[in-house]
């Protein structure tokens, strides 16, 4: 699968949740590429923005859609890693900042 194929995928599903992918496509491309690079290297999508054990029942948290997306973007109208977002996020009526890491420090893979 290319970029641009899972682009036009991701965009429909996330129009079906209400949500949008962030306006930014080169942005946004980046993010896909580090979801296929995942999806080559752990047969999975994990989250291009976090380190990922390799164990899916480990990064059952972190695959994209990632389970903290969804309260990410009620609370700060994106998600950790920006790819997806709320329209008023997209338009510039959110403020934006940093969106806090809420996976908990046991599950997440240090150096």
């Known amino acids: 699968m290319t970029p641009e194929q899972l682009y036009d995928i991701l965009s429909k599903y996330a129009g079906s949740q209400g ?10 491309m980046d ?4 979801l296929l690079t995942n999806e ?3 047969g999975y999508r ?3 923005c976090r380190l990922a054990w ?28 920006e790819l997806y977002v709320s329209a008023e996020w997209n338009e510039g009526k959110v403020k934006r900042q ?8 046991e599950k997440r893979k240090m150096f």
């Open 54 to 81: 390799g164990v899916r029942e480990k990064d059952a948290d972190v695959i994209c859609p990632c389970v903290y997306r969804d309260p990410d973007i009620k609370e700060y109208g994106s998600c950790y890693c």
């Open 19 to 28: 949500i949008r992918l962030n306006k930014d496509r080169d942005f946004v």
């Open 46 to 48: 994990s989250c291009p």
């Open 40 to 42: 080559a290297r752990y």
């Open 98 to 105: 940093v969106v806090p890491e809420r996976r908990p420090k």
């Open 31 to 34: 993010i896909l590429m580090g």
